[in-house]
């Protein structure tokens, strides 16, 4: 009989199994990955972050048992599977003599050059990297930066990489996974922490955009509140009050077409405003990074929401 082995699977499969226990919310079929139990027909999540069951290291000292090895990762370009030789000391702790140091050195010389199966593989490596590089930057997280990465690799097996920059498709996969999750990242945010132009970074989002389909939505004001009253300072009462205003003004139908941050900072100015807290417009404007002019304006066209 065949026997099945890791490496026999693509590193994009995401190995799924069914489950005999129905759903709680509805009963309907369950099925599990490696990260969470998902109900297929609402989309219940179950269970998260699932033990891993591996083998350990068995040694006296309970406490200080190690499992054998990180779990698979897609922001590696290999799953987190390479080998990395080190250097100064073995196993027990002991240093190494003179004549075995050169022998690793040389080893990791030539692990090094051997590292890459070919340029398609260095290149998703240099792009992975600079992926996690960018989510970090923004503080972003795991769940983000790995749907990044795996942007990152469909965009290169798609053909979309040729004629553009790793750098600009590499962060153009970081914005798209914040639009594709809801997160209140423009491309203003993400464009100063890459290595290339805003306008590279333009381009390769939307040749991503038009390819792949991503199920990405236009930013509302909404989105924003909780982020600009963070950095703003301001109480829950304001903040839930500037939400409310937020909602109204997107079921009035006066956001179309406006700046969806500045917006929320005209709605948070306003709540601050009703609360007596001391907001102005130039911190508003100053934290949405737009011009008091812009928070003047959303302002008056809230107050005809509000009246």
């Known amino acids: 009989m065949p026997t099945s082995n890791i490496y026999d699977r693509g590193f994009d499969e995401d190995v799924q199994c069914g489950t005999n226990t129905p759903c709680p919310e509805c009963g309907g079929e369950v099925r599990t990955n490696t990260a969470e139990t998902v109900c297929e027909d609402c989309g219940l999540v179950i269970d998260d972050q699932a033990i891993d069951h591996g083998p350990e290291w068995h040694i006296d000292d309970e406490d200080e048992r190690k499992r054998t090895g990180a779990p698979l990762t897609a ?7 390479s080998t990395q030789i080190g250097s100064g000391q073995d196993a027990a702790g ?12 040389r080893l990791r010389r030539e692990h090094a050059r051997g590292r890459w199966q070919s340029t398609q593989d260095r290149n998703l490596g240099h792009g992975l990297t600079e992926i996690r590089r960018i989510a970090s930057a923004l503080g972003l997280p795991d769940t983000v ?4 990465c795996q942007l990152f690799r469909t965009a290169q097996n798609d053909g979309l990489l040729p004629g553009r920059s790793i750098e600009a498709m590499a962060a153009a996969s970081v914005f798209a996974a914040c639009r594709c999750n809801g997160h209140s990242r423009l491309m203003t945010d993400v464009a100063p922490v890459a290595q290339v132009a805003q306008a590279r970074i333009e381009n ?4 991503l955009n038009e390819a792949l389909e991503l199920p990405t939505s236009p930013m509302a004001p909404p989105q924003f509140v909780p982020r600009l009253a963070s950095e703003l300072g301001c109480t829950d009462a304001v903040r839930r009050q500037a939400a409310q205003l ?4 997107v079921d009035a139908g006066v956001t179309t077409g406006v700046h969806p941050a500045g917006f929320a900072a005209a709605c948070l100015y306003m709540a601050a405003c ?16 737009v011009t008091v002019e812009t928070v003047r304006n959303h302002r008056d066209r809230l107050l005809s929401v509000v009246e």
Do not use: S
């Open 246 to 249: 937020a909602e109204q003004a």
């Open 145 to 148: 930066r790995d749907q990044a």
């Open 75 to 81: 922001a590696r370009h290999d799953r987190g599977l």
């Open 94 to 105: 002991r240093d190494l003599d003179p004549e075995k140091r050169r022998r690793l050195a």
């Open 204 to 207: 390769a989002y939307q040749v």
């Open 274 to 289: 009703a609360n007596n807290e001391p907001l102005t417009q130039a911190d508003a404007a100053a934290a949405a990074e």
